[in-house]
């Protein structure tokens, strides 16, 4: 069964300590991160009522999730009803096996749009195991197919690799050795070689990024136009979808594609969004599936102070903030889903026994809920995971861990001014053989180790506060009286 | 087959179960319904602008994106088309059943739509609808896919778009026009705001990847 994390990653730091060494990477992800904010900035700032959508995505959101089994059968119904099959899978095992049946076919391969669902329960890794061969049609997904890679982030999945690697790489695979590096030139090969695929592929997989209740509909939220290709052309249609995609009634798309756009790709409005309902004669696919995958999102939604991590809808806008992101790309998270919701949503899924460094990649800016389009307050989140990653790991020793006993012991100290003093003369002592020609602390031995790793300290001034205010008072009230 | 079946029911069964418990503390007496009535929506439903203002701002979005945009006045509209048509050097073009053929100038050769294959549309030089409803502030086009719309693969596999978009089609708001579309919630709906795009190479825009590469706007008053 597909793990949402990857054992190779196991702690954040070790996974981002050689990327920050990669120059080029870092580069790129600055590149991408500050365009993308600069853009969002922009269509943001035009948005007189910004808060009040944020407001009003967040209700809706949380509205959804309290009343999540009433919507999920509504959607079933009115799908089911509109001449579409509905599919329910409880983790990765039950959605692969569904859609490796459903897609089997005479040609043997599949078009797909990209889908980080998809990704999440290791879809083509089944199909090809299958014998089924997963076509990638969204120009970042292809890249990273070709090139055998892993996405570094939601919405621009190959925002780590420049104009020269796709060129070598479109030229080797796809037998072009002329092809230009201009960014137009690489967009054209693909649009040729994509082209033949979406003309003659009998079965196209989805994601989707809204299951709407009330019609038994799908929201499709696209920049390339694959996914028009993809929903469109064949005859067959599978569309996996997360049980948190269902969304209450069609008018609320009116306050979901006014935040999603501006926040993902800073646009008013990305170039095609589509929209079905079932089956249309005439028109599109004559088959329609729909998976609806749990995959431990109702252990998310067991835990009433971190289930907000369900309101996401995917539009990145909190990595493309986020400065710990920034600095390392989306491939230090070890996980589909990177950056801050990542670091919120990938332990939860991994049930708390994976990813327990995430909630700890964080300096808690905050700039991620600023930016959040439905308010999810992951710093909040965040430091309950935290607790959580603590609780478990403390489960057995309890009051023996040797954290819970250092915490034991400040605790003692600071409760007494006599203890304090003391603890900070020795402190005063101790220090002076560990302060660098800097004048910072720049490592410290033992456990304390831990955190002069990823910081410089102060030492502990000659003179405590204390002592020097009790000096000044002195000094004063002999002013005073002199 | 059964065995999947069964299976599929097994697990919906657990996942609604498991959603169940797990939200059960929640919502003891409001029903669904009453509760998403209650969502406070504070945002901006209406536009302000007025019909010339709309139509400015709508220009103004369509131009932001690399759309051509002509204005004309109804008596005119054939003309326009027509003159459109020759400055892009279309000798024909494919149209939906249900086209309007006022819109239609003479000279030209329009192919109705009866069920042409993927490989017929890709052949064809371009093609020409109307709209359902029209948003200013994104600048967007909305397509219902019905009489004189057309199925969705028409205005998806040919190269060249050709819109024609009454002013009476144009509402300056997004929760405007979804007002306007939910009588139609179950068709099948396209939302066009630009040619397609990609900025998955550094992050440079390109337009232009899948569908029409080129789109045309008329504006009839």
Partial sequence: ???????AYADFPAAAFPLLHNEQLRSNVRHATDVI???RSRVVN???????????GQQIRRHTLEYLDTYLEEFEQRCTTAGGHVHWARDAGDANSIVIQLAQNETGKVVKIKSMTTEEVGLNHALEAAGIQPIETDLAELIVQLGHDKPSHIVAPALHRNRHEVRELFARTLNLPDLGDRPED??????VYLRQQFLQ????????????AETGGVCIVESEGNGRMCLTLPQKLITIAGIDKVIPRFRDLEVLLQLLPRSATGERMNPYNSLWTGVHPGDGPQEFHVVLLDNRRTEVLLDPESRETLHCIRCGACQNACPVYRQTGGHAYGSVYAGPIGAILTPQLAMMQEGKSLPYASSLCGACYEVCPVKINIPEVLIHLRGRVVNEQTKLVRVFHPEAIAMRAMQWIFLSETRLKMAQWMGQMVQRPFIGRSGWI????????GWTRTRDLRPLPEQSFRAWFKTRGEASSEASNG | MADHQMNTEMARAEILSRVRSATRVQHPAQSADE????????????GQLDIDGRIALFEDRLHDYGARVYTTKTFELTQTVADVLTKRGKRGMVVPSGIDPAWLPAGFSFHIDDALSNSDLDACNGVLTGCTVAIATTGTLVLCHGAGEGRRALTLIPDYHLCIVEHSAVVETVPEAMHFLEARNKEPMTLISGPSATADIEMTRIQGVHGPRVLDVVLVR
């Fill in chain 1, 37 to 39: 904010q600069a853009k």
């Fill in chain 1, 186 to 191: 690489l967009t054209e090969a693909a649009r």
């Fill in chain 1, 1 to 7: 069964m597909a793990s949402v994390s990857e054992r």
């Fill in chain 1, 46 to 56: 035009e948005m007189p009522d910004w808060q009040l959508l944020r407001d009003a």
């Fill in chain 1, 442 to 449: 720049e490592k410290l031995p033992g456990m304390l180790g």
């Fill in chain 1, 201 to 212: 592929a009998p079965v196209a997989i989805s994601g989707a990024n809204f299951l709407i």
């Fill in chain 2, 35 to 46: 509760a998403w009535q209650a969502i406070p929506r504070s945002y901006r439903y209406s």
